[in-house]
């Protein structure tokens, strides 16, 4: 009688080799080709499972995992300190980073993520140029831009309020995107800084910027 073999995901080990009997092996053929089947299966319900539906795809790769869900991979990215909407509030320190020149002064990196990535943390070095306490202290902010041309609008929504360790110490901030969705051709992210109430005088440092986040691949919609 036939026998449907059905694959397995969860079982598929490609770091294992599929076994079958050498010449002159006294064995049960009929069990090592059902065994050597069921592993090919479940290889090949790991590799559907993984690209999705890809007889239904519109000309690019979505990744999916068994529920139907992005199946994304995590991708670290050290940014350049490249800025916008500096305004002679802030120079460059003469390292690649970045130094205050008024209190309070903001400026904002825009994320150039790819579309479909979805930011998950970012983490700075900074280096406060005094010790303060309360809303007095470096602020870092995750930022959500939302751009509607056909209104035409643009909106920026605070995804997580940081704010440095109440000492001038060199130190690492770090903050989340909470709640943040896939990057599109009108919502995308960015990471924006104050000095502390003194940044003209006592001058804060932005050294090093990174960013990690979710990444489909290459290739998506």
């Not at 599929?18 to 090592?32: F, K, L, R, S, T």
């Not at 499972?49 to 979505?62: L, M, P, Q």
């Not at 704010?163 to 969705?181: E, L, M, P, S, Y």
């Not at 104050?194 to 003209?200: F, I, S």
Request: aromatic share 10%; charged share 20%.
């Amino acid at each position: 009688m036939p026998q449907d073999i059905t694959g397995v995901a969860a079982d598929a080990a490609f770091a294992s080799p599929i076994e079958m009997p050498a010449n002159g092996d006294a064995v049960d053929i009929a069990q090592y080709w059902q065994d050597a089947i069921q592993q090919l299966c479940d290889r090949e319900a790991y590799l559907y499972e993984r690209f999705g539906n890809i007889a239904n795809v519109s000309g690019d790769w979505t990744y999916v995992d068994s529920g139907g869900l992005p199946d994304l991979i995590q991708k670290t990215v050290a940014f350049p300190l490249y800025a916008n909407h500096v305004n002679g509030l802030w120079e460059g320190d003469g390292n690649g980073g970045f130094r205050s020149l008024a209190n309070s002064a903001l400026i904002c990196f825009d994320l150039r993520l790819p579309k479909g990535a979805i930011p998950e943390n970012v983490r700075a070095i900074i280096d406060p140029g005094v010790a303060r306490s309360g809303t007095n202290r470096m602020r870092m902010r995750t930022v959500k831009k939302t751009v509607d041309y056909a209104t035409p609008n643009v909106t920026f929504a605070t995804l997580q309020d940081n704010r440095d360790d109440t000492t001038n110490a060199k130190q690492v901030i770090n903050g989340g995107f909470v709640g943040a969705t896939a990057v599109t051709d009108t919502e995308t992210y960015a990471v924006w800084f104050n000095a502390g109430n003194t940044g003209g005088t006592d001058n804060d440092l932005i050294q090093s910027l990174e960013i990690r986040f979710y990444d489909p691949g290459a290739r998506n919609d």
